[in-house]
């Protein structure tokens, strides 16, 4: 007896010693769930990525457990209750209260600057939303515009639910492997490339050398080009570099919703920087700089207590995750099915949708159009982050006739620019193939390797499916190349998409340039319900061509 009562004293201090550890470090002593990367945790914590949402009440499971997430009061919570921030948002939090209360920051000039910047950085992710928010074209304006819809809409309420139009923004984005998983080491202040300047470009087979010289840059030139969304914006933060946006104070509300086009403004004002440049051509929606001046010396000594160098690592760092967690093809994928799926459940409230809608998608696009075999970012990179969702299509026929269920994506007819096929293994083939591409390729031309079984795309057979009933058929169509059209493009099954596939699973994309079109919204309208644009819907600029 005195042996176990020696025991159960040993028991009952270690479980005393414990307890009063846990409670001096403020830690739970509960079983804790399995530990994430912080990439998981942030993703959790700080937004929901379909929809781009700051988290209000949201559950999930890993490893078996069920976790609540509570509603943040900041960038971040936990699913367990004590979510440990990244290095920069406690690092930018630090700025803040050193800002507020040292007396010597109070009289600098550089200060409101750092404070403006740092709190542009802890509210990335609960801006979104607002950013996000689409254009509605109301139903007086489409009664003088678009008087056939609302004549749908009152033959047909069933059909056209809404007396409005919500056009939705649209972004481009990198495929993920594109990334840095951490900012590297700067050793010069500006990149080399600047638009337009071809002297200062890299070549076709240069890509890595362009990617190594944005990663080592501090900044890093950009500006519109033919439309404000530009595939070199998203290059620059996903090499962890800080864009200097030279003209985004003029960039409309409609555009580049994913982008914090507030901090872009400030990164301008940076302490040291001194950008100049001079308008050389003006010719349509294109524009061409000439660089006056490009400078950056930053201050000798700690500004308003502030390491700068330091500074700007963490804010570098701080853009890099949030772009690799928003900028990704992937990621405005998830965004895309999301609003279409919430708008199909607030408008068309009697179709229940499966939880993982949707498990097929058909990706028409135009063909024959002027440079569209060449690549087309906007219609490429949705498709890619799709194929990376849902996969490849995949149907198999019943012994007794008819199909499967149908699942992945199909791209009719196939965008060989994004797939790299048998003859592209060939060093020379796949060099030869990319410089016919635009940009050459770079990027995401060819990336993509074909699977050996893939479906062969022929027309009556894409047909057939369009025509198997709705349980059978596709869950969503997308057109993708709505910009396309009038361009010298043929645009096949549209009439059978119309005819045989509810207005509820269609969705249209526009990437063009300039905003979205009057005639081109009139064409396609009657056949979908969900609409977006790269360039946004302006009233008075898109009905007036």
């Known amino acids: 007896m005195l042996d176990g009562d020696v025991w159960r004293c040993g028991w009952l201090w270690l479980w005393l010693l414990l307890s009063i550890g846990c409670w001096l470090t403020n830690q739970s002593c509960q079983a804790q769930p399995t530990t994430l990367t912080w990439n998981e945790e942030h993703a959790h914590c700080s937004l929901t990525l379909p929809g781009h949402h700051h988290l209000s009440t949201h559950r999930f499971s890993k490893g078996g457990g069920s976790w609540h997430v509570k509603a943040p009061s900041s960038n971040y919570s936990s699913p367990h209750g004590r979510c440990t921030p990244h290095p920069y948002f406690t690092y930018f939090q630090r700025i803040l209260h050193h800002l507020d209360t ?55 309420p ?16 990198l495929p993920v492997e594109n990334f840095r998983v951490a900012v590297a080491p700067k050793d010069k202040p500006f990149g080399r490339v600047v638009p337009g300047a071809r002297d200062t470009y890299f070549s076709l087979m240069e890509e890595a050398l362009y990617a190594d010289d944005l990663a080592r840059s501090q900044f890093v030139l950009t500006w519109k080009k033919a439309g404000w969304d530009c595939l070199r914006h998203y290059e620059i933060l996903a090499q962890g570099a800080l864009p200097l946006f030279t003209d985004i104070a003029d960039a409309p509300r409609e555009v580049l919703t994913v982008h914090p086009k507030a901090l872009y403004q400030r990164l301008l ?20 700089f000439a660089v006056r001046e490009l400078s950056y010396r930053p201050p000798a000594a700690a500004a308003a207590g502030v390491n700068q160098s330091q500074f700007l690592f963490h804010l570098s760092e701080a853009l890099l995750v949030y772009a690799h967690q928003t900028m990704t093809t992937a990621a405005y994928a998830r965004s895309f099915l999301a609003t279409i799926r919430r708008n199909t459940q607030r408008w068309y409230p009697t179709q229940r949708l499966a939880e993982d809608w949707p498990r097929s998608v058909l990706y028409l696009t135009h063909k024959n159009s002027w ?40 791209d009719f007819p196939s965008r060989d620019c994004l797939y790299k096929r048998d003859a592209h293994w060939q060093q020379a083939t796949f060099y030869r193939q990319r410089a016919q591409q635009y940009g050459m390729g770079y990027s995401y031309g060819l990336h993509r390797e074909a699977l050996a079984h893939e479906l062969v795309r022929n027309l009556s057979q894409v047909g057939e499916l369009l025509r ?30 119309c005819r045989h596939v509810s207005r509820s699973r269609v969705a249209l994309l526009d990437a063009d340039d300039s905003p979205l079109q009057k005639f081109r919204l009139a064409k396609f309208l009657p056949c979908a319900a969900h609409v977006f644009a790269r360039e946004g819907y302006v009233v008075g600029v898109s009905d007036a061509k």
Do not use: C
């Open 158 to 173: 069933a059909a056209y639910p809404t007396t409005y139009v919500e056009v939705q923004p649209f972004v481009f984005g």
């Open 269 to 288: 004002q940076t302490p040291g920087l001194t950008v100049s440049l001079t308008l050389t051509k003006q010719q349509g929606v294109h524009r061409s």
């Open 468 to 497: 198997l009933p709705a349980a059978e058929s596709f869950d969503l169509v997308v057109l993708g190349s709505v910009h396309r059209e009038g361009w010298m493009s043929q645009l096949h099954l549209w009439d059978d998409v």
């Open 371 to 410: 440079d569209m075999d060449q690549g087309d970012y906007g219609t490429d990179f949705l498709l890619h982050g799709l194929l990376s969702l849902l996969g490849e299509f995949r149907a198999e026929r019943r012994a007794g006739g008819g199909y499967r269920q149908l699942r992945g994506v199909l």
């Open 102 to 156: 040292s007396s010597s920051a109070a009289s600098d000039t550089h200060a409101a600057w750092y404070r403006g910047v740092a709190q542009e950085v802890l509210q990335l992710y609960a801006q979104l939303p607002q950013r996000r928010s689409p254009t509605v074209l109301s139903a007086d304006y489409l009664q003088r515009h678009f008087p056939r819809y609302s004549e749908l809409h009152a033959s047909n």
